[in-house]
């Protein structure tokens, strides 16, 4: 069949018009500078069809008919796979595909439990297939105060020990330890709001020991009123030179979690041992929630100097005199 020149330049025109539509379709996003982001689950069994369908009802692309053209003449469609992604209008056709293809998928929660140190974080992390504990842990102490100004008062040498706000976070596939330090120091901003750091201001303290503070009461004691007595107790003993005296600092020391100090043990030279010195801590040792945080920044005033968590209970006793907190001692502790 003979074309003549301008019926080929015209076909040639009209392919190009359609490739540049296509490439249009495909690698130019639906909507560039799109800062929103949406999360779609690819259910098993889901084909090209459905998937392209749903992405273009919620509008992540322009036309779900060109998503599957990319797909099935690219021979991926076989290769997508199940599960939750993270997707966007910001992102082309092609980048979401590669995303399915390799299954890129948004990973379950991280669930950071209040009074958990750095290394039970890292662990956890690492046990649930996140990140290497070791890398998350040296990412830990780098100096973010340079990002984050509630972090200027902290030493440098000391890590983000206490900072790891208790929270639900989400882990996505493509997260980087220190991305996710970022979003877990971002909520602790936003949680430790503008009235609370004046408060610690006008009371002359310092962030660094309200956490410390806060990490602490976190290990000692359970209820909120408790962590405002103990608290209250804790910040006295601070301003009459006293030692605090404090299990939980020890127990950070050996590890030993909620196990019973020994009398050697309170004889260790760490600057963590409020037996053997007296002051806070060298830092927190632990993450407090907010309960904790909220207690250390408002005390109960109380005319107790004592106090002793009972076997069995849990119930805290506050005692005025040390002769009554030996005697709660004797009664409440086999």
Sequence with gaps: ????????????????????????????????????????????????????????????????????????????????????????????????????????????????????NLKEISQYLEDKDYYDARDFLDEAKKDWSGEFSFLEDKPKKINLEGYVFPDTYRVYQDQTPDEFIKTILANFDKKL????????????????????????????????????????ILWKRLENNMGL????TINYITGNGHASVRIKDTKIDSPYNTYKYRGLPLGP?????????????????????????????GATIFSKTLEEHNIAVAKYLR
């Design 285 to 313: 040792i632990s993450s407090p929630g907010m309960d904790s945080i909220l207690a250390s920044i408002y005390p109960t005033p109380s005319p107790y100097w004592y106090y002793l968590s009972a076997d069995g209970t």
């Design 1 to 116: 069949m003979f074309i003549s020149r301008k019926g080929a330049i015209t076909m040639l025109t009209l392919l190009g018009i359609i490739c540049l539509f296509f490439v249009w379709q495909v690698y130019v996003p639906k909507s560039p500078s799109s800062a929103s982001a949406i999360t779609y689950e690819v259910k098993k069994g889901f084909g090209d069809e459905q998937i392209g369908k749903d992405l273009e009802k919620l509008g992540v692309i322009k036309s779900s008919l060109f998503f599957r053209l990319y797909v099935v003449g690219f021979g991926q469609h076989r290769k997508l796979q199940a599960g939750p992604y993270l997707v966007s209008p910001s992102m082309p056709v092609n980048a979401i595909v590669a995303k399915l293809v390799v299954g890129d998928v948004i990973k379950t929660n991280a669930v950071i439990i209040e009074g958990w």
């Design 193 to 232: 709001t503008q009235e609370l750091r004046a408060e610690i201001a006008l009371q002359k303290k310092s962030i660094f020991e309200i956490i410390t503070m806060a990490s602490i009461i976190e290990k000692e004691v359970r209820s909120q009123e408790d962590k405002k007595m103990v608290a209250g």
């Design 245 to 248: 005296n404090v299990d939980s």
